[in-house]
């Protein structure tokens, strides 16, 4: 991690998915997000073929304190967990005043939000496209492409920090489910708010 407050260059491989510079990658795999897809029956079933990889987290590290910025390569592997597809765990930030800006390099998925006054967005993913998630609102990244991972770049405070425990307690208002060839977004019954709107 660079301390010191000067300028420096780092270069996003997309193809390779990588960052050189990066200064650690945090790996998630299937067995760190149990709880998190709806079908549990399949995800244990899922889980007992294998504890593959579903996304990989590519961090340029900086101090985590106001004035700086966070970044890296987010990079969600193709699959389903029953009809749900590959995704991240998802979170709020910590400091619910901060928000986060997600540009998609390669593949093809969708950014699930919701902020606590009852909101839910989703917003496709693909090359070249950009999504600000706006203060207060939980995202998630999820795959929409069954051949090949899902590559985002992000940049978001320093101060942010991460709240996965609300997510993990409530999960979204919304699943993002592959029926019939086709991708569809659903109500997810766990939860009881029902949303005032969802873009795709």
């Known amino acids: ?13 997309a193809v390779e998915r990588r960052i050189p510079e990066s ?5 998630r795999r ?14 244990e079933a899922l889980l007992a073929a294998g504890d593959v990889v579903v ?16 970044s ?6 193709p699959g ?8 991240t765990m998802g979170h709020f930030h910590k400091a619910r005043q901060t928000a986060e800006i997600y540009l998609c390099l390669s593949g093809r998925g969708a950014l699930v939000m919701e902020n606590e006054q009852g909101d839910s967005l989703v917003e496709e993913l693909t090359p070249g496209r ?30 942010a920090g991460h709240d996965y425990a609300t997510i993990g307690e409530a999960g979204f208002r919304k ?10 977004i659903v109500d997810n019954p766990r939860r009881i708010e029902c949303p005032t709107g969802v873009r795709t």
Do not use: C, K
């Open 1 to 13: 991690m660079a301390t010191d407050n000067r300028p420096f260059r780092f270069q996003v491989l």
């Open 23 to 27: 200064d650690r990658v945090l790996t």
């Open 30 to 43: 299937l067995s760190a997000l149990r709880g998190y897809f709806f079908d549990q029956v399949a995800y």
């Open 55 to 70: 996304y990989e987290v590519h961090e340029l590290r900086r101090p985590e304190e106001s004035g700086e910025l966070l």
């Open 72 to 77: 890296g390569l987010s990079i969600v592997y």
């Open 80 to 87: 389903l967990v029953g009809e749900e597809y590959f995704m």
């Open 130 to 159: 950009g999504v600000y998630v706006a203060p207060g609102w939980a995202h998630r990244s999820v795959n929409l492409d069954l051949s090949q991972p899902l590559v985002t770049f992000f940049v978001y405070p320093g101060h």
């Open 175 to 184: 699943l993002v489910l592959r029926r019939g060839g086709s991708t569809v």
